[in-house]
């Protein structure tokens, strides 16, 4: 019985220091691995999030549900990273945010959303990249998309009332604009631009300069358009756009 007690209590050791491998490995750039080997140790985690890329959750709702909070949190680190990573590379050998690549994360990421991995920083996280996702992936989005990303937007101004950034007020604007909400749009890209020039110079942040600039644009022109002027689109990513410093 005592040596039964021993084995059990090593079992659960091991599981526990390959669930901290897998965390250190989702959080320093190998998200697929730690993807991988998290459906490695459960089967069913694989079966779910096929079927969640077909668009049906059901399975994966009930395996965060019934999932040890780690394997949720992991899970979660893994899913933001491979999102993070899903660009074309950009300036600084980093992948540039990228609209059109991450859109075929959006079913796992509205599961993940509805079930908190226990990190509030990473459940932001996961709500940020699902608003900007459904707002973003296409060139014109179904009104139930813009509608969910509506709700989240509400969840995340208030987040950002009290902890802003500049990604999380270009969520805002990217999803106010989609509802046509031209001057809430426009101020959220007016923070977000004054919160990015607080950062460090360099090529990523001229780029995201161009972008939120462009989009801004974009807005102040849709509220108060001239004379029989159609409306702007939303600027989407800027894939392949030059990063010299504008003059």
Request: net charge neutral; proline share 7%.
């Amino acid at each position: 019985m005592g040596n039964r007690v021993m084995w059990m209590l090593l079992g659960v050791m091991i599981a526990a220091l390959v669930l901290q491998v897998l965390s250190a490995a989702a959080l320093v750039g190998a998200p697929r691995a730690a993807l991988l080997q998290l459906c490695a140790e459960d089967g069913e985690l694989g079966v779910a999030l096929a079927q969640a890329d077909r668009g049906d959750t059901t399975l994966l709702a009930t395996w965060l549900v019934r999932a040890q909070p780690l394997q949720r949190k992991l899970l979660v680190q893994a899913q933001l990273g491979l999102a993070s990573l899903a660009g074309p590379p950009g300036p600084e050998g980093r992948p540039l945010p990228d609209d059109a690549s991450t859109w075929p994360f959006r079913h796992r990421l509205r599961a993940l959303s509805a079930v908190s991995c226990g990190d509030a920083s990473l459940d932001y996280q996961v709500v940020n990249t699902l608003a900007y996702v459904l707002a973003t992936g296409q060139e014109q989005p179904g009104a139930a998309d813009v509608a969910f990303a509506g709700k989240l937007a509400d969840r995340l101004e208030r987040r950002l009332r009290a902890d802003p950034s500049h990604e999380g007020w270009d969520t805002i604007g990217c999803v106010r604009f989609r509802q046509g909400d031209w001057g809430r749009a426009k101020t959220a890209w007016a923070s977000a631009q004054e919160l990015l020039a607080k950062e460090d110079a360099g090529p990523l942040r001229t780029l995201m300069e161009g972008l939120y600039r462009a989009r801004f644009e974009a807005a102040a022109h849709n509220l108060n358009p001239p004379p029989h002027a159609a409306a702007k689109p939303l600027p989407r990513e800027l894939r392949g756009a030059s990063v010299t410093p504008a003059p």
